[in-house]
Every structure is written in C-alpha cells, then in structure tokens.
C-alpha cells in the first residue's frame, strides 16, 4: 500500500495545505512489515494539484492514502477521483503519523489552519 505525506521543505514535519505542498514522503508499505525508507517526491509548480490539469502522469498517482495537517474539499474531492484517501491530523512527525496509520490507531487531531478556512472559500469555485 503506497502512502504519501505531505511535509514541509526539509521533510521534518507533516505539512498543511495539501493542494499546494511540493515535498511528499512516500512509504511503499506492506502490513505487519517494518517502515520502508521513504521516496522523496518533490512536485513542480505545475504538478501541485491546485495547478495540475490531470492530463498526464503524476508522481502521486498510486497512492492509497495521502496524510497532510489540512486540505481543503475540493482537493479531497480530486484525491478521490485519483483513488486516494486523505487523512488529516495534528501529528506533526510523518513517522509517528504512518506508524500509528499502520498500527491501526487514531491519528491526532488536526490543529487549527486558517488556509483551510480560505481553501474552502475557494473550493466554493473549484473545478474539482
């Protein structure tokens, strides 16, 4: 099971706003298997998903499960459309946020994001 994480520029953390986030962790998973070393996927502008037209392959394409700290509903929605399902949480450590998903446990909750107040304001207006 392939599962990507959203994280910040030197992926430490897990990142907010999924649609606009260019550096993912993705763990190519098996249950019940210790934690693979990751693949570092860093997107270009045009492949970020606010921007991707879906005209093509995409790097993320594959994945199950997509962790970030926040997404709005429109990028939900087109995660969905790729066969991916998004997870959201306030773990802040993508290890300890892929271990708990693989242990079975609940993810933390998410922290407050004022992006995702605005991505849903512009999700309003969304091709997705």
Wanted: proline content about 5%; some cysteine.
């Amino acid at each position: 099971m392939k599962i990507a994480v959203a994280t910040n520029d030197n992926w430490a953390k897990v990142s907010g706003h999924a649609g606009q986030t260019r550096d993912w962790l993705v763990f190519d998973c098996q249950r019940g298997e210790p934690i693979p070393e990751p693949q570092r996927v860093l997107l270009t502008r045009e492949q970020l998903p606010h921007h991707f037209k879906d005209d093509g392959p995409h790097p993320l394409h594959g994945v199950e499960i997509m962790i970030a700290a926040s997404a709005g509903d429109g990028y939900i929605r087109h995660m969905e459309k790729w066969g991916a399902q998004v997870l959201l949480t306030g773990e802040s450590d993508p290890l300890m946020a892929l271990k708990k998903i693989m242990d079975g446990e609940a993810l933390a909750d998410t922290r407050f994001d004022i992006t995702t107040t605005l991505c849903k304001l512009r999700d309003l207006f969304s091709r997705h």
